[in-house]
C-alpha cells in the first residue's frame, strides 16, 4: 500500500477547503439586489461557460438536422435508394458542400451524406427517449426506497441490484432477439428496462441525505404531508445529481444503440450510424470514408451531450470542480 | 414572577387530565375542544411525564435482530407553564435535542406521556394532532440547513399556511407573510429572495418568522443562536424576548450555553445522559446549583472577564461522558463525580426536593437528583 | 512508498540565536476573487507573537482571522484567494518568499495547527498510533517500532488514558475530547516553536473545553511555544491568552494585554461585543446588541468598516480610515502593547 502523504498536509487542505468556503458563504451581508434562486445561480455559470454554449449549439443543430434533414441537402436526395452508377470507390467531391457527392458514396451507391443527416433522428430519439424513461422509472424508485427506507428500500435496492447485474448490451442483445422489428421505441424501452438501476441508486442516495436536512424535519413540525414532503422539499433538492447523470449517459445511449445496430440486432426501419459503421468495416482497406464519415459523426454527437453533461454537472454541482 | 410561585411544588404524578386512553370519533372533538381553548397565565400548559425514548440499536442486513437501545431520554418529567421561558442545558448527547423532537411529536416516545392542555399528544392523531402542531412550533439551531434552498423567503414563511388553510384566507397570505418579516425585523420586499441571499442572523429571523406563522402557544428553541456570531446573537436574543411579551408564548429554550439561557430563561432544568439532574428557577439553579454535575458545568464556563475569573473555583471533570447505550448503573453521573460512594452506583437518586432541604425556604431547597446534595456557589467570585 | 521524501529528515539546527519576534505579520493582504466581486478578506494585519507567548485573534466569521492563519500556515486555496501585499516574518525569514519545497519542511515541523474539527482532521482508515507514529517515521526517520513508541509517549503526554492500549484505535472509537488530544499531540509531535489553534474547543461540550484548554496551555508552557488561538468565543479567550488582537472586516481594530482589554476596551466594537454577552453570575435586563451586519467583503463600507454599526460614528469615520493608534491612559502614560483603530478611542476607553 502506498503511504498516504503527510496526514497533517491533506487534513490541512481538507480543513483549509471547508473554512475558505465559509468565509465566502457567511459574509452575505445585506441581500444584494435581485431575488437569485439556486437553479437561476446555475444557469448564470451555464451561460457563462464556453463548453455549455459549444454543446447546446451543436445540440441544436443536430435537433434541427433530426427534424428536417433534407434542410441540409441541395437537391431531392433519397438516403435509401442507391444508384449503382455512382461507385463507392468514387471519391468524396469535398468541394461539392452539402450536395449528395459531398461525403461520397457506399457500397450500395447511397448518399453517405444523406444517410448521415437521416441516421441522426433514429440516435437521438433513442437517446432522449431512453433518458426520459430512466430518469422517470430509476428516480421514482430512487425516491421511494429513499424516502420510506425499511423493508420498503430493502426490497425495492434488491430488485435494483438484480437489474443492476445484468450486463446491459448483452441484456439488451438477448431482449431485442425476441423482436423481429425493432423500431425506436422497441430499441429505446429495451435499453431503459436495463439502464434505469444507475439513476435509482443516484436518486436514492441524493434523497436519503437531503430527508435528514432539517428543512425536512421543519416541514414535518408543521404537520406536512407525505406528498408535499416528497415534491416540494425532497424532490427540488435531490434532483440535481441525477440530471447530472442523466445527460452524461445520454451519449451512452445513443453509443449503445449504435453498437446494437452495428451488430445486427438494433433498429431495423430506420436509418441507423451503427449500420453504416457496419457495411462501412468491409471496405477499411479501399474507402475509408464510407466508415469514417458515420463514426465521426457519432462520435461528434456523443461529445456534445458529454459536454454539455460536464457544464450541467459543474453549474449544478460547483464543489466538484 | 409571583404568580409562577406554584413552581416549586413538586409535580404529582399524574396531572389531573381527561380521559384519554382511546381517542374516537367523540372524543376527537373533545380533544380540538381542549386544545383550542385558553390557559391562564402560569397555569401549566405543557407537562410531560417519565419520557423515555430509547432507540434500537439493530445488527443484520434483512432480519434485523435488536442488540441494545441507546438510551436518548430515560424518564424525563417536567412542566412548561404559560408565559414563561423553560431553559434546558446540557452536553451533547445529554438527550435535549431528542426531548425537543419527542415535544414536537417528530418521534415516537418510547414510554411516557405529554400532556399538552391536558391531552397527551403521543396518542393523539387525525384532527387533534393538527391543532397540537398548529400550537406548538419549533425553531432550529442550524439557520443555514432549516430553511428549503429551493424556496423563496414567501413560500417558506408562507407554507404553514397551505397545510392549516384555515389560518388564513388565500388571498391574505401574502400580506401575512410580509407582515411576519416586518415583526421579526427584515425587509417585507425581501419575500420573493432566496435564503442564502441572506446572512446567518437574517436566516434565523426567517425561521422564527414560519414559527410566528400559525400563532402558536409554545415555541421549542433548539439551540437557536449558537450558529450565529457574537454580535448577532444578542439581537436574535433580544427579538424572541420581544416576540414573547407581544405575541404571549411560551418557550422551551434548549441550549448549551449556559449564559444565554440564564438570560432567557425563568427556569432552568439541567440535564445528564437522558435524565433531567436538577431543575429550578434560575437563581436557584445558577446561584443556589446543589447537584454536583450543575456545579461543574457551572464552574467550567468560561466567563469574559479575566479578574472575576480569578476568583472563581474551577471543578474540572475528568473522563468523557458515557455512552448513552450503556449509562452507569445508579446514578449516572457518578463516573465523574468526585462525591460518588458506594450508594451511588446501586442507587438512582430520585428528582426531588433533597431531603436536607425539605421545608427550608432557602433558593437551596429545588428538585434534584443528587444523594448528596449540597449548596456551592461556584458562579460568583470568592 | 513515501511521497514526502526522507531526505530532509535530519532536523537543521534551529536558529536559536535569532533574537526578533518568533513571528511577524507585516501589512498582510488577502484577497478572494468571487463571482461578486473581489472580496478583501484580510486588509492590511499587523501581528507578532514571541516565543512562549500566546496570542488569541479574536473576531467573528468573516473577520479574516482564519484566512490569515492559513496564509502563515501556507495553506490558503489559491486560486481563489491571493495575497497581494505583505510579509510574513518567521525567525527574520518572509515566508511568502519561500518555495513551496522550503515552505513545507517548515510546516507540520516548525509551526503546527490544530483545526476545530478533529473527525475530519484525521484519516479514518488508518489507527491514531500509526497516524502519531508517522510524523516520527517520515520526519525522523524511525523505524515502524521506535514511531509506536514515540506516538504512544505523545498520547500520554496529552493524557489519554490507558495510551498504551488505545494506540491502535481508530480516530471514530474515540470521543471528541480525545480526539482533539490526539490532534494536538500530532501538532506537538515535532516540538514545533509555533502553534496555531483554529477554534481548538468550539466544537467540544464546556466541561470537556475546560480540560483541552488547559491541556494546551500547559503543553506550551514546557514546550515555550509561540501560540495563536484564534477563536470567536471572549471567554474561552479570557483564560489563556497573554494578548489579545480583535479583528474586524480584515482588520485589526484593537489590540490589548488579555486583563486591560476587558477592564477598558478602547474600541467600540470591543465594548459593544463584550456588553453583548450575556453574564453567568446576574440576570441582565435587555442584552446591548451591535445593530446591523457585519459587512460584506466584497464591498466593506469606506472610512472605517465599522461605521454603519457604531454608536459613536461621526463623519470622518465614514471617509477616513482609522490607522492602530496607541493608547494611553487619561494621563498620558503609554499603556504597554495597547492600540486602538478608532477615530474617537480616547472616548471609548474612559466610557
Known sequence: MPELASKTDTAVAAQAATTTDNVLATDAGPAPGKPRSLWSDAWYDLRHNWMFLLSTGLILLLLVVAAVPDLFISGDVSPRDGDLTKHYLQKPELGHVFSAEWLGYDHQGRSIYARLLHGTRASILVGVMVTVAVTLLGGLVGLISGYFGGWVDSVMSRITDVFFGIPFLLGAMVVLNTFSERSVPVVSLSLAVLGWTSIARVMRGSVITVKQADYVTAAKALGAGTGRILFKHILPNAVAPVIVVATIALGGYITAEATLSFLGIGLTDSISWGQDISAGKDYLRTAQYVLFFPAAMLSLTVLAFLMFGDAVRNALDPKSR | ?382 | MSIIDKTDAVLEPRAEDFDGPLLEVRDLHVEFHTRDGVAKAVNGVNYTVDAGETLAVLGESGSGKSVTAQAIMGILDMPPGRISKGEIMFRGQDLLKLTEEERRRIRGRRIAMIFQDALSSLNPVLSVGYQLGEMFRVHQGLSKKDAKAKAIEMMDRVKIPAAAARVNDYPHQFSGGMRQRIMIAMALALEPDLIIADEPTTALDVTVQAQVMDLLAELQREYRMGLILITHDLGVVADVADKIAVMYAGRIVERAPVHELYKSPAHPYTKGLLDSIPRLDQKGQELYAIKGLPPNLTRIPSGCAFNPRCPKAQDICRTDVPPLHPVTAADGTELVGRASACHFWKETING
Not at chain 2, 370519533?25 to 405543557?46: C, K, N, Q
Not at chain 2, 446540557?90 to 431528542?98: D, H, I, N, V
Not at chain 2, 434552498?149 to 391574505?172: L, N, S
Request: with cysteine; aromatic share 6%.
Open chain 2, 1 to 382: 414572577m409571583a404568580e409562577l410561585s406554584k413552581k416549586d411544588e413538586p409535580v404529582d404524578a399524574t396531572p389531573n387530565v381527561s380521559e384519554v386512553a382511546e381517542i374516537d370519533a367523540h372524543s376527537e372533538e373533545e380533544a380540538v375542544a381542549a386544545i383550542e381553548a385558553p390557559v391562564e397565565r402560569g397555569e401549566p400548559i405543557l407537562q410531560v411525564r417519565n419520557l423515555v425514548k430509547h432507540f434500537p440499536l439493530t445488527q443484520g442486513i434483512l432480519f434485523k435482530k435488536q442488540v441494545g437501545a441507546v438510551k436518548a431520554v430515560d424518564g424525563v418529567s417536567f412542566d412548561l407553564y404559560q408565559g414563561e421561558t423553560l431553559g434546558i442545558v446540557g452536553e451533547s448527547g445529554c438527550g435535549k435535542s431528542t426531548v425537543a423532537k419527542l415535544l414536537m411529536n417528530l418521534e415516537r416516545a418510547t414510554a411516557g406521556e405529554i400532556f399538552y392542555k391536558g391531552q397527551d399528544i403521543t396518542r393523539l392523531s387525525g384532527r387533534a394532532l393538527k391543532a397540537v402542531r398548529r400550537n406548538i412550533q419549533m425553531v432550529f439551531q442550524d439557520p443555514y440547513t432549516s430553511l428549503n434552498p429551493r424556496m423563496t423567503v414567501g413560500d417558506i414563511i408562507g407554507e404553514p399556511f397551505d397545510i392549516h388553510p384555515e389560518v388564513a384566507p388565500k388571498g391574505d397570505r401574502r400580506k401575512r407573510v410580509q407582515e411576519l418579516l416586518d415583526v421579526v425585523g427584515l425587509n417585507p420586499e425581501y419575500i420573493n429572495r432566496y435564503p442564502h441571499q441572506f446572512s446567518g442572523g437574517q436566516r434565523q429571523r426567517i425561521g422564527i418568522a414560519r414559527g410566528l406563522a400559525l400563532n402558536p402557544e409554545i415555541i421549542i428553541c433548539d439551540e437557536p443562536v449558537s450558529a450565529l456570531d457574537v454580535s448577532v446573537q444578542a439581537q436574535v436574543i433580544n427579538l424572541m424576548e420581544r416576540l414573547q411579551d407581544e405575541f404571549n408564548l411560551s418557550y422551551i429554550f434548549i441550549a448549551h450555553d449556559l449564559s444565554i439561557v440564564r438570560h432567557i430563561s425563568d427556569r432552568v432544568g439541567v440535564m445528564y445522559l437522558g435524565k433531567v439532574a436538577e431543575i429550578g428557577t434560575d437563581v436557584q439553579i445558577y446561584d443556589h446549583p446543589t447537584h454536583p454535575y450543575t456545579q461543574a458545568l457551572l464552574s467550567a464556563v468560561p466567563v469574559p472577564d479575566p479578574e472575576s475569573r480569578e476568583g472563581r473555583e474551577r471543578i474540572i471533570l475528568t473522563g468523557d461522558v458515557p455512552s448513552p447505550a450503556n449509562p452507569p448503573s445508579g446514578c449516572r453521573f457518578r463516573t465523574r463525580c468526585w462525591k460518588a460512594q458506594d450508594k451511588c452506583a446501586t442507587e438512582v437518586p430520585l428528582l426531588a426536593v433533597p431531603e436536607r432541604f425539605k421545608g427550608s425556604d432557602s433558593p437551596a431547597a429545588h428538585e434534584s437528583a443528587c444523594h448528596f446534595a449540597e449548596e456551592k456557589d461556584v458562579v460568583h467570585a470568592a
